[in-house]
């Protein structure tokens, strides 16, 4: 599976955006999506993830605010942001994995990341 994230750019903060990760392969309804962010001197950190039957799980930070989905038709996976915050800056990444999980380890497959910046 090859993914490839889009929809980063500047935001002020209270905005939104939508990510999208679009994906290769005609397997990608069996996989687990999730979404993870890595700011600057930060360790990656998972943010969203849904299963393969729609299910989704979401980090104290963002719940409430983002919303994971997926579109199987379309092999595509989004990431809709609402009332972003600065601390939400970061590089996205979409991931595909066997596992709804919250553990980058779960997780075999990455696409390249898209910036995320939100001004105060």
């Known amino acids: 599976v090859q993914l490839q994230a889009s929809g980063g750019g500047l935001v002020q903060a209270g905005g939104s955006l939508r990510l999208s990760c679009a994906a290769s392969?005609?397997?990608?309804?069996?996989?687990?999506m999730g979404w993870f962010r890595q700011a600057p001197g930060k360790e990656r950190e998972f943010v969203a993830t849904?299963?393969?039957?729609?299910?989704?799980y979401y980090a104290d930070s963002v719940k409430g605010r983002f919303t994971i989905s997926r579109e199987n038709a379309k092999n595509t996976e989004y990431l809709q942001m609402n009332s972003l915050k600065p601390e939400d800056t970061a590089v996205y990444y979409c991931?595909?994995?066997?596992?709804?999980?919250?553990?980058?380890?779960?997780?075999?497959?990455w696409g390249q990341g898209t910036l995320v910046t939100v001004s105060s």
């Open positions: 392969g005609r397997t990608f309804s069996s996989y687990a």
């Open positions: 849904i299963s393969w039957s729609g299910r989704t």
């Open positions: 991931a595909a994995g066997g596992y709804y999980s919250i553990n980058t380890d779960d997780y075999g497959y």
